[in-house]
């Protein structure tokens, strides 16, 4: 008797843990970027940004990027504050667990650009990273944190002029 219910609890244990671990998967985006263009991602704030290009191509959490990116730099699209404390906000579909932010900036010639980077959940805000001198693809390591939303402020523009300009975003969880 006392064997079978020894049999029991390790089963239910172990039952309970597999639940827990795919609960992680899911919060945690199956460990996959959450920021691209099927995954329910909002961009607010359209009045103060400019999408260049257009509406498809200038979106910084779409897919297709990298064929266009080596054949002419003129013709990536990219997301754009055009002033100076301008604010990108992006909403999630939901709450994820996540820990790394991957950012690539303009990047055809040679420019550094300032801004911070805040997330959001349970409208709380939390300052993740200034960068005072970013270029090219930054990553942003910070740690695990439930997330809903990220706002991005241009601190000063770039070493060229007053803008921001952002050509791709990933967020996502990662193992350390």
């Given at each position: 008797?006392?064997?079978?219910?020894?049999?029991?609890?390790c089963l239910t244990a172990q039952q309970c843990r597999c639940e827990c671990q795919y609960n992680k998967?899911?919060?945690?985006?199956?460990?996959r970027n959450i920021m691209h263009q099927n995954s329910g991602v909002l961009l607010e704030q359209r009045n103060s940004i400019w999408l260049h290009l257009n509406q498809v191509q200038g979106l910084f959490f779409r897919d297709s990027i990298e064929q266009d990116r080596?054949?002419?730099?003129?013709?990536?699209?990219?997301?754009?504050?055009?002033?100076?404390?301008c604010k990108i906000?992006?909403?999630?579909?939901?709450?994820?667990?996540?820990n790394t932010l991957r950012?690539?900036?303009?990047?055809?010639?040679?420019?550094?650009y300032?801004?911070?980077?805040?997330?959001?959940s349970e409208n709380k805000e939390k300052l993740i990273s200034i960068q005072?001198?970013?270029?090219?693809?930054?990553?942003?390591?910070?740690?695990?944190?439930?997330?809903?939303e990220f706002v991005l402020?241009?601190?000063e523009g770039n070493t060229r002029n007053i803008q921001f300009h952002i050509i791709k975003i990933e967020a996502f969880y990662q193992f350390k």
């Open positions: 008797m006392q064997i079978k219910f020894l049999i029991f609890i998967h899911i919060l945690r985006g199956y460990y080596y054949t002419n730099l003129q013709t990536v699209g990219y997301t754009s504050c055009l002033q100076i404390m906000r992006i909403s999630l579909l939901q709450n994820f667990e996540i950012i690539w900036m303009w990047d055809g010639d040679v420019r550094s300032k801004f911070s980077v805040y997330a959001i005072n001198a970013a270029s090219g693809v930054t990553t942003i390591c910070f740690p695990d944190q439930h997330v809903k402020y241009n601190l």
